[in-house]
């Protein structure tokens, strides 16, 4: 009676400690946001804003009276929003000849004051951005492009695509590894939990990708260390890793930069299209991805 006792115990122990291990995680996870307020909705030319009530995200892409062969689902970063930081970027694509869809997570810009910001309330609207993508332009070709912390989510919705069968290419700008690659208040924490649990690992989702991938960073990154994507690029079966300049927030192409991309992606483009994208990419000084 005393040994059933006994083992009940370990057992009921370690199912506690389990449970606060998951619960750390998660709380981890959400906590690595860091949303800013907006109080209106883009409203450039060139694209069309609608903002969701019941997902709570905001959606933006280019306006489908002209369609193109190639289309970009840009996943941002844990703060910022596409109306302020994030406007440059999304001018930057426009002299590329691509269809471009991106949106604030719930919990951002437009819907700061609604929700706070959940890991599985970002994916849900990465996966929606995805199917919205695939209805506007259904026989576009998707490139999946992400920076920092919207790295993660893209690799998760790429595994769901990888089992799906579907096509694609990715390209990472300034990708983490895992949770230690962060920058979250809850550093030492995270450094300890990620030894035991799941945290954010984007080795082990890379690992499952079998199309091609394109990784950007900068040694001079100040947030996330290149370090992080020559760990990727190692375990990735089928990826090329391309040195930039700049900082976390203000990465800097060169025409080198550009062309590589331009070629990976699959698109033609004239030099002045591409020194008027660099351009605009590299004025970007106030983008906080």
């Not at 989702?205 to 990154?221: A, R, Y």
Request: charged share 20%.
């Amino acid at each position: 009676m005393i040994k059933v006792f006994i083992v009940f115990l370990i057992v009921l122990v370690f199912a506690f400690l389990l449970f606060v291990l998951v619960y750390i995680q998660n709380k981890i996870r959400d906590e690595t946001f860091n949303p800013t307020k907006e109080s209106n909705l883009p409203s450039e030319s060139q694209i069309s804003a609608r903002y969701s009530v019941d997902t709570g995200y905001t959606i933006v892409k280019s306006k489908y009276d002209i369609s193109y062969d190639t289309t970009i689902i840009f996943c941002k970063g844990r703060q910022g929003t596409i109306r302020t930081e994030y406007r440059k970027i999304i001018k930057a694509f426009k002299y590329f000849p691509i269809n471009f869809i991106t949106c604030d997570y719930p919990g951002f810009g437009y819907d700061y004051d609604v929700r706070t910001p959940t890991y599985n309330d970002t994916m849900d609207s990465v996966i929606n951005m995805y199917n919205e993508a695939c209805d506007t332009w259904p026989n576009s070709k998707i490139i999946i492009w992400a920076h920092s912390l919207g790295t993660h989510f893209a690799l998760k919705l790429c595994t769901i695509l990888e089992d799906e069968g579907k096509h694609y290419k990715l390209i990472l700008l300034s990708p983490f590894s895992s949770a230690i690659g962060l920058k979250t208040d809850n550093r030492l924490i995270a450094e300890l939990i990620s030894t035991v649990v799941d945290i954010l690992d984007n080795i082990k989702l890379i690992q499952k990708i079998n199309s091609e991938v394109m990784i950007l960073h900068s040694p001079t990154d100040d947030l996330i260390p290149i370090s992080c994507s020559k760990d990727l690029d190692r375990e990735c079966k089928n990826s090329i890793l391309i040195k930039i300049s700049g900082a976390h927030s203000n990465p800097i192409f060169t025409i080198d930069n550009g062309n590589v991309i331009i070629n990976f992606i699959g698109i033609k483009c004239n030099n002045e299209d591409l020194l008027s994208f660099i351009r605009a990419v590299n004025s970007s000084k106030t983008l906080n991805f």
